[in-house]
């Protein structure tokens, strides 16, 4: 079985596993290397079986122990070379990732033992960002986070996921009522921010497929939004169409400060 747990999960820190009996890695690593450790062995895994990770972009929410793992874990660190080149100069990372830096290209795939692994980019106010698009033993996951606008990218590998992580930030109205300031608020909703509440169920209308078993909404905003509100409007928009939530194996918004229970995935291979 393949296993998914989001560690940690918006602006606090992002954190993501996926793995197997064989083969396991993390997507960004925005909370200390302890804290993952913890929330690992919670579930009864090992710190020592994480194989690598995937960095999405430079924000420190995202990278704040990436340096930390590269130098005392060694730790293949997976990115593109735009991305590796501001992470070499990056407070987080800086003379801590030279041994471990493995170069990435937009679109085209690498494969580490039997994970097949698609970066593509997405809109984020970041030096660049990226989503991944990873076939694991037959299972399709698109992950995306931190988007601020809907692009033909995103349309496209969300298509083709079976498990769909995908960014459900903020609810409008809570933003624009709420205490931010409007610079705040325009970066947020600009176009290289985040994606809304309305923009994920936007996606979700247009990605719907029958082979989709699980969407996680990921990221959310602590100050506008809530998990009930996120799962709300995504279920709508999935009810708009004739599909049922309950017709999917797992339908959640993910945790922000403590870990998500472990997610099942039979192989395909």
Same mark, same amino acid.
Request: glycine share 6%; with cysteine.
């Given at each position: 079985m393949?296993?998914?747990? #989001? ?11 996926? &793995?197997?009996?064989? $083969? ?7 909370i &200390? @290397?302890?804290?993952?450790?913890? *929330?690992?062995? !919670? /579930? &009864?895994?090992a710190? =020592? $079986?994480?194989?690598?990770?995937? +960095? ?5 929410d995202?990278?704040? #122990? ?5 130098d ?8 593109? =070379?735009?991305? /590796?080149r ?7 990372t800086?003379g801590?990732?030279?041994? %471990?830096? *493995?170069?990435? !290209?937009?679109?085209?795939s690498f494969?580490?033992?039997? +994970? ?10 970041? $030096?660049?960002?990226v ?19 809907i692009? !033909?990218?995103?349309?496209?590998? #969300? ?9 459900s930030?903020?609810d409008l109205?809570?933003?624009? /009522?709420?205490g931010?300031?409007? !610079?705040l608020?325009?970066?947020i909703?600009?176009?290289?921010g985040?994606?809304?509440? =309305?923009?994920?169920?936007s ?14 909404? %990921?990221?959310?905003? =602590?100050?506008?939004?809530? @998990?009930?509100?996120a799962y709300? $409007? ?5 009810q708009?169409?004739? +599909? ?8 959640e918004?993910?945790? *922000? *400060?403590?870990?998500s229970?472990?997610?099942?995935? @039979?192989k395909?291979?």
């Open positions: 393949i296993r998914f747990i #989001s560690l940690s999960s918006g602006s606090n820190g992002n954190c993501y596993y996926i &793995g197997d009996e064989n $083969t396991a890695f993390i997507i960004d690593a925005g &200390g @290397p302890r804290t993952i450790k913890k *929330r690992l062995l !919670e /579930h &009864g895994i710190m =020592e $079986t994480i194989k690598f990770v995937l +960095v999405t972009h430079d924000h420190i995202h990278i704040k #122990s990436l340096g930390v793992l590269a005392r874990v060694n730790l293949p660190i997976y990115a593109t =070379e735009k991305l /590796h501001s992470l070499s100069v990056h407070f987080c800086r801590k990732l030279s041994g %471990c830096a *493995r170069k990435t !290209e937009l679109d085209k494969v580490y033992d039997n +994970v097949e692994i698609t970066p593509f980019e997405v809109p984020h106010d970041a $030096t660049q960002t989503g991944y698009h990873i076939n694991f033993c037959g299972v399709k996951f698109t992950f995306i986070t931190d988007a601020g606008d692009t !033909e990218n995103i349309i496209n590998y #969300s298509s083709l996921a079976d498990v769909l992580i995908l960014e930030n903020y109205d809570m933003l624009l /009522h709420g931010y300031t409007p !610079e608020k325009l970066r909703t600009k176009g290289n985040h994606l809304s509440n =309305e923009q994920c169920a996606i979700l209308k247009r990605v719907y497929h029958k082979q989709l078993k699980a969407i996680f909404l %990921c990221h959310l905003s =602590e100050n506008n939004n809530t @998990p009930a509100l709300k $409007t995504a279920a709508g928009a999935l708009s169409i004739g +599909v049922s939530p309950d017709s999917l194996v797992y339908f918004p993910l945790p *922000r *400060r403590m870990a229970k472990i997610y099942y995935f @039979p395909n291979c």
